[in-house]
Every structure is written in structure tokens, then in C-alpha cells.
């Protein structure tokens, strides 16, 4: 059901290899790329009347319209279970809690009397959030990206998700449902590289937006990836992963239900235990198979998921090699399973998000820990950030001198304008001051 890797002894090397060694999903981003590229142009030239073809060929559904009505926003909410209406609602709260205390202050750097730096952080002015719509419905999705948008101040917040052929062309109700709890009434049925394209370059309904964010399979990632450049993006999310550094003292109940909770998101879901026991990897084995056969979507998405080629055991010698190896994995999730799980969370360098101890499962985080779970993928976390009120501000630096600060500090500036061979710029220092740049004080 899942394989191993044995890196005990003289089998654990160091960087490159290393990641070289470890399971990892295949995601072609370059060949989509290619395949979305005539698509987002088509949206380009024909702007909603595209956007309503690719419907009918995609999704199998015959729009009259791509904005959803509001009327359909606010019957969705009211048709809203209650016990799912007072789930998002906490999720809302909770989520709310943690973006806002990511906000940032200007501050203002004296560099030198007369002289100071001011950095203030500006919202980008449009974004577009995806919501993904095709195995399964992600309201959590929509929340969070609309919540850190709205906590860094973004004014102008629209919304796609695919149209579903069960709702009308609609996109699904507790999407619709979700944007209304947020406040959010620009939503479109759009979805895949059609959503991004729609956004990329603005449609009759549609105006353009500054930046696009949220997850979604690999039709989205390369139309991110096409539109780099001309609009920012979070990331090129690639399938979902789980991590789970585990010693003897994690219970194989929950490693395996935590394994099994990952795999159920798409057959291309990695999901990977970093253990020093061969008896809690035996367990676990022994685990998944009655887990496996109680659950559901089982032969579409988990089995494929944990036989595929990203998902293992990996066995290491002890906790210090297990974290040389989740370091160079640099999961999307990672769940510390240990004796003295906070301490061993503490060294992690490299993960989207860390999850502590046997009560902080990814579950948790997917829907209500009050982080965000739009997180690097592939490996990204080396280099990169999850989804956070900074992914949507801009730190723009003011700079204001005074005559004397600047003469204080001219012949610096000439000086190094020139031992650039860019007399130039030395130039503009030298007009202000009669073309004799004053020394150095």
C-alpha cells in the first residue's frame, strides 16, 4: 500500500542528494503551460464570451452570464446548513484572529539628522482569489484568502470557482455561502486557467486585477506561472502534502489517520513518515489497511495516493537524521510526532506549516487552527512563505533629506556613482551643490 526507504546507516547524504532520494510527486508545470497558454489568450480577445464557451467544454454547463447574481450569494447563505454555517463562521473568527495580528506599522528610520527612511506597507489595489471546485468544494479555501486580503486592507476583492453543472452553472452553494459570511459579492463562475486568464487581463464583467492567489491543480499553476510578471501570484501550488517526523512514541492510530487525510485530497497527494522505529512503521502499515477500507474515496485518490511514487516510510537512524530529511523535503504540512515535539518543532527550517505533538493534526489547520492553509509545495518551503496578510502589501520606502544631510553625505554617493562608471548619477548629487560636492563632514 506503501513503500519504503531505508536511509539508515551510510545511506543519508547530504543536500541535493538528499532531496534526490526522497519521494516527490510528478507535476509537469511547463507542459500545462503550453496547453493553457491558447486558452488564456482566447479570454484575452473574446473576454466573457470565452470565459462562457470554455464553461460549456469544461464544465458541461451552458452560462447566460459569468458573475454570479447577488440574489444567488444571499440564497445560498440563507439554504446554508446551520451546523455548517456555525463551522465557518468559527473558522471565520479564528482565522481572523491570527491575520490581524500580522498587520504591519510604518516606521520612520533616522539615518542621520535630517535624514530619514519611512517604510509604510500599501495594499495592493485588486486581487483575485480562486476557489477550487473539481474533486471537492473548498469553502475553507475561500476563507483563507478572502480573510488576509481583508486584514491587509485590499479594497477591491473578487472571487472564481468553477461552474457546476448540479447547481445551475452556479458555482457550488457553500462557496457562494461562504463568500456572503465574508462580505464578499464579486464572485464569478470561472474555473481552472480560465478563472486566472479572466483575471489576468480583465472581461466585459470582470475588471483586471493587480494579483491572483489561492490553490488549484495544475491548469492553474501554469496559467500562474504564464501570467508571472503582469500580475503577482502566491505560488504555483502543485499536490497536497503531509510530513510526519514520528519516534517510537506516536501512536500508528493517528500517524496512519493523518497519512489517509492527505491522500484523500487527489491520487497525486503525498504522504510521507519520517520515522527511526521499525515498530511504529510496521504498525502503521498494519494501520492503513482497515483506516483505508473505512473511508471513503478509496480507489479514485487515496490507494493511487499512497502506492504512487510521492508517498513512503522513510526510515532513519534517529530524530537528528529525521530532520536533516523533513529539512530537505520541505513539506507543504509537517507534523512533529516525538518525545518533546515543541522542542524538536523548534529546529524545523524548512516547512509550510509545522504541526505539534499527537493534538495538532493538519486537520486542524486545514479548517480552524487560525493559520492559513494555502502553503508552499514541491519542496518551496525552502525559499517560500504560505498565504499571510504580507503576501497582499507592498513595503514601499520614502526617503527624506534635508540640504545639510545631503551634503553630509554627497561625496559618498559621487564616489560610488563613479566607481560604477556612472558619472551620471554622481551628477545629479553634484548640481545640487553648484557642481562642488562638499567632503565628507
Given at each position: 500500500m506503501i513503500s519504503r526507504i531505508d536511509l539508515r546507516g551510510d545511506a543519508l547524504p547530504e543536500g541535493p542528494a538528499l532531496r534526490d532520494l526522497l519521494p516527490r510527486a510528478d507535476f509537469?508545470?511547463?507542459?500545462?503551460?503550453?496547453?493553457?497558454?491558447?486558452?488564456?489568450?482566447?479570454?484575452?480577445?473574446?473576454?466573457?464570451?470565452?470565459?462562457?464557451?470554455?464553461?460549456?467544454?469544461?464544465?458541461?454547463?451552458?452560462?447566460?452570464?459569468?458573475r454570479v447574481p447577488a440574489a444567488a450569494l444571499e440564497r445560498a447563505l440563507g439554504e446554508l446548513d446551520p451546523d455548517v454555517r456555525a463551522a465557518l463562521e468559527e473558522s471565520i473568527r479564528r482565522a481572523r484572529l491570527v491575520h490581524r495580528a500580522q498587520r504591519r506599522t510604518t516606521h520612520t528610520t533616522q539615518v542621520v539628522p535630517g535624514g530619514t527612511v519611512t517604510e509604510k506597507w500599501v495594499p495592493v489595489d485588486r486581487v483575485g482569489l480562486y476557489a477550487p471546485g473539481g474533486r471537492a468544494v473548498y469553502p475553507s479555501s475561500v476563507i483563507m484568502n478572502v480573510v488576509p486580503a481583508q486584514e491587509a486592507g485590499v479594497p477591491s476583492v473578487a472571487l472564481a470557482s468553477p461552474a457546476q453543472a448540479d447547481f445551475g452553472g452556479l458555482p457550488h452553494p457553500t462557496i457562494l455561502a461562504a463568500c456572503a459570511l465574508l462580505g464578499v459579492d464579486e464572485v464569478y463562475a470561472a474555473g481552472g486557467a480560465t478563472a486566472v486568464a479572466m483575471f489576468a487581463y480583465g472581461t466585459e464583467s470582470c475588471p483586471?486585477?493587480?494579483m491572483v492567489t489561492g490553490p488549484g491543480n495544475i491548469w492553474v499553476a501554469a496559467a500562474k506561472r504564464y501570467f508571472t510578471g503582469k500580475i503577482g501570484i502566491d505560488a504555483e501550488a502543485g499536490p497536497t502534502e503531509i510530513a510526519i517526523l514520528a519516534d517510537s512514541t506516536a501512536d500508528p492510530v493517528h500517524v496512519a489517520a493523518d497519512l489517509i487525510s492527505q491522500a484523500e485530497h487527489d491520487p497525486l497527494a503525498a504522504a510521507v513518515l519520517v520515522t527511526d522505529s521499525t515498530d511504529l512503521a510496521d504498525a502503521v502499515e498494519k494501520e492503513l489497511k482497515p483506516q483505508v477500507e473505512a473511508s471513503k474515496h478509496v480507489e479514485e485518490r487515496i490507494a493511487p495516493?499512497?502506492?504512487?511514487?510521492?508517498?513512503?516510510?522513510?526510515?532513519?537512524?534517529?530524530v537528528e537524521e529525521g530532520l536533516r530529511v523533513v529539512d530537505a523535503y520541505g513539506a507543504e504540512h509537517l507534523e512533529i510526532q516525538t518525545a518533546d515535539a515543541a522542542a524538536v518543532a523548534e529546529r524545523v527550517r524548512n516547512a509550510g506549516a509545522v504541526f505539534v505533538g499527537p493534538w495538532s493534526p493538519v486537520s486542524l489547520g486545514d479548517y480552524a487552527a487560525g493559520s492559513n492553509h494555502v502553503l508552499p509545495t514541491g519542496g518551496c518551503a525552502c525559499h517560500s512563505s504560505g498565504l499571510s496578510v504580507q503576501s497582499f502589501l507592498r513595503g514601499i520606502h520614502i526617503v527624506d533629506y534635508t540640504e545639510d544631510a545631503l551634503a553630509e553625505v554627497a561625496h559618498t554617493v559621487v564616489t560610488l556613482a563613479e566607481a560604477e562608471d556612472l558619472p551620471a548619477h554622481g551628477a545629479a548629487i553634484k548640481a545640487r551643490f553648484g557642481w562642488k560636492v562638499p567632503e565628507n563632514k
Amino acid at each position: 500500500m506503501i513503500s519504503r526507504i531505508d536511509l539508515r546507516g551510510d545511506a543519508l547524504p547530504e543536500g541535493p542528494a538528499l532531496r534526490d532520494l526522497l519521494p516527490r510527486a510528478d507535476f509537469d508545470v511547463a507542459a500545462a503551460l503550453e496547453k493553457v497558454r491558447p486558452i488564456c489568450e482566447d479570454v484575452h480577445h473574446r473576454g466573457d464570451a470565452a470565459l462562457i464557451d470554455f464553461a460549456e467544454r469544461f464544465d458541461g454547463v451552458k452560462l447566460d452570464q459569468v458573475r454570479v447574481p447577488a440574489a444567488a450569494l444571499e440564497r445560498a447563505l440563507g439554504e446554508l446548513d446551520p451546523d455548517v454555517r456555525a463551522a465557518l463562521e468559527e473558522s471565520i473568527r479564528r482565522a481572523r484572529l491570527v491575520h490581524r495580528a500580522q498587520r504591519r506599522t510604518t516606521h520612520t528610520t533616522q539615518v542621520v539628522p535630517g535624514g530619514t527612511v519611512t517604510e509604510k506597507w500599501v495594499p495592493v489595489d485588486r486581487v483575485g482569489l480562486y476557489a477550487p471546485g473539481g474533486r471537492a468544494v473548498y469553502p475553507s479555501s475561500v476563507i483563507m484568502n478572502v480573510v488576509p486580503a481583508q486584514e491587509a486592507g485590499v479594497p477591491s476583492v473578487a472571487l472564481a470557482s468553477p461552474a457546476q453543472a448540479d447547481f445551475g452553472g452556479l458555482p457550488h452553494p457553500t462557496i457562494l455561502a461562504a463568500c456572503a459570511l465574508l462580505g464578499v459579492d464579486e464572485v464569478y463562475a470561472a474555473g481552472g486557467a480560465t478563472a486566472v486568464a479572466m483575471f489576468a487581463y480583465g472581461t466585459e464583467s470582470c475588471p483586471p486585477a493587480n494579483m491572483v492567489t489561492g490553490p488549484g491543480n495544475i491548469w492553474v499553476a501554469a496559467a500562474k506561472r504564464y501570467f508571472t510578471g503582469k500580475i503577482g501570484i502566491d505560488a504555483e501550488a502543485g499536490p497536497t502534502e503531509i510530513a510526519i517526523l514520528a519516534d517510537s512514541t506516536a501512536d500508528p492510530v493517528h500517524v496512519a489517520a493523518d497519512l489517509i487525510s492527505q491522500a484523500e485530497h487527489d491520487p497525486l497527494a503525498a504522504a510521507v513518515l519520517v520515522t527511526d522505529s521499525t515498530d511504529l512503521a510496521d504498525a502503521v502499515e498494519k494501520e492503513l489497511k482497515p483506516q483505508v477500507e473505512a473511508s471513503k474515496h478509496v480507489e479514485e485518490r487515496i490507494a493511487p495516493a499512497l502506492a504512487g511514487r510521492q508517498s513512503a516510510i522513510v526510515l532513519v537512524d534517529g530524530v537528528e537524521e529525521g530532520l536533516r530529511v523533513v529539512d530537505a523535503y520541505g513539506a507543504e504540512h509537517l507534523e512533529i510526532q516525538t518525545a518533546d515535539a515543541a522542542a524538536v518543532a523548534e529546529r524545523v527550517r524548512n516547512a509550510g506549516a509545522v504541526f505539534v505533538g499527537p493534538w495538532s493534526p493538519v486537520s486542524l489547520g486545514d479548517y480552524a487552527a487560525g493559520s492559513n492553509h494555502v502553503l508552499p509545495t514541491g519542496g518551496c518551503a525552502c525559499h517560500s512563505s504560505g498565504l499571510s496578510v504580507q503576501s497582499f502589501l507592498r513595503g514601499i520606502h520614502i526617503v527624506d533629506y534635508t540640504e545639510d544631510a545631503l551634503a553630509e553625505v554627497a561625496h559618498t554617493v559621487v564616489t560610488l556613482a563613479e566607481a560604477e562608471d556612472l558619472p551620471a548619477h554622481g551628477a545629479a548629487i553634484k548640481a545640487r551643490f553648484g557642481w562642488k560636492v562638499p567632503e565628507n563632514k
